[in-house]
């Protein structure tokens, strides 16, 4: 695997979180930088998107490279049967670095075996969503000056929810008490509990969306009921609508509570809140754009200027 790779959020330590965040803090000040000039990038989504693969798109253009891919898999050649491990030594021949998004878990892990080219994993199946919780937390240390022991509560698809569980291992450095609110079906999964005890991290769940639970956050972090994810899809319509956020359920919230949601959304957070200082989704996606730069400059190995601003309090 090329080291440079970003496949999990646990390929990279602490520190270079940190760092990568005070890169993202310098390219939202000067998002123009020719700094891919020569570099061809591939974006190979094999699900779809619009948040991620155009902004990682941006990305490149705006650092001056060019980009090659698809973002839809029926046009490439795997809609004929080609393996992902054939697919991906192909591209290798073409291009610097690859952004892919697929729909089985562990597909970036894999091509990361099969190629020496370095692999960001743009979301595989309910695993895992690395650059998704860069900006997460970009948005988290730029909505409330700190990383560092803030109420963070995860509502709705905890279960197929892969940027739910990039952003609790990264939350892990960061001493967070995490409050789940989920029906059953959808629970945060055992293992990252595990992870939970294991690093002393206070978690709590819930079934109610209860004014108790929205009062205590710092963070609401909104997900979607990811429809593509069930095989049962009677089950998706039993537990679909179970959650919605509206702007009067923000009354007596605490002042510095700000809404989170990865995109797209459906019905879990009513339009009404969109007018509300605390709804940040927008600006949050609008974060990505500079996270994404500086994910993919570690990528190839391009040193870039950070702004002097700590992170670190
Ligand atoms: N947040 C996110 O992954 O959005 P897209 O599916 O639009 O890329």
Same mark, same amino acid.
């Given at each position: 695997m090329n080291k440079r790779s970003l496949v999990s959020i646990d390929d990279i330590s602490r520190e270079e979180i940190i760092d990568l965040l005070r890169r993202a803090q310098y390219f939202e000040a000067n998002p123009t930088h020719k700094l891919l000039d020569g570099k061809v990038v591939a974006t190979l989504f094999f699900e779809p998107s619009t948040r991620t693969r155009l902004s990682f798109e941006t990305a490149v253009n705006r650092l001056g490279g060019r980009v090659i891919g698809f973002s839809d898999a029926a046009t490439s050649s795997s809609s004929k049967g080609e393996t992902l491990k054939d697919t991906i030594k192909m591209v290798s021949n073409y291009v610097d670095l690859i952004i892919m998004r697929h729909y089985l878990e562990g597909a970036a892990r894999y091509a990361t075996e099969v190629t020496d080219v370095p692999i960001i994993n743009a979301g595989d199946g309910a695993n895992q969503h690395p650059s998704q919780t860069l900006l997460d937390l970009y948005s988290i240390y730029k909505t409330q000056g700190t990383l560092y022991d803030l109420n963070i509560t995860m509502v709705g698809d905890l279960k197929y929810g892969r940027t739910v569980h990039s952003l609790l291992m990264a939350m892990k450095y960061f001493r967070p008490t995490f409050h789940f609110v989920a029906c059953d079906e959808l629970r945060m999964p055992s293992q990252y509990k595990e992870l939970c005890d294991s690093c002393g991290i206070k978690y709590y769940e819930h079934h109610d969306f209860s004014a108790d639970v929205i009062g205590a956050a710092d963070i609401l972090y909104m997900t979607r009921v990811q429809r593509e994810r069930f095989s049962d899809l009677l089950e998706y319509e039993r537990v679909k609508n179970l959650y919605t956020l509206r702007r009067s359920m923000l009354e007596g919230s605490k002042p510095n509570l700000r809404v989170l949601h990865p995109?797209?959304? *459906?019905?879990?957070? =009513?339009? =009404? *809140? =969109? #007018?509300? #200082?605390?709804?940040y989704y927008f600006e949050q996606a609008r974060g990505g754009l500079f996270a994404r730069q500086a994910i993919i400059c570690r990528a190839l190995g391009i040193d870039t200027p950070t702004l002097t601003t700590s992170i670190e309090s």
């Open positions: 995109l797209p959304r *459906v019905n879990e957070i =009513d339009q =009404d *809140v =969109d #007018e509300s #200082e605390k709804a």
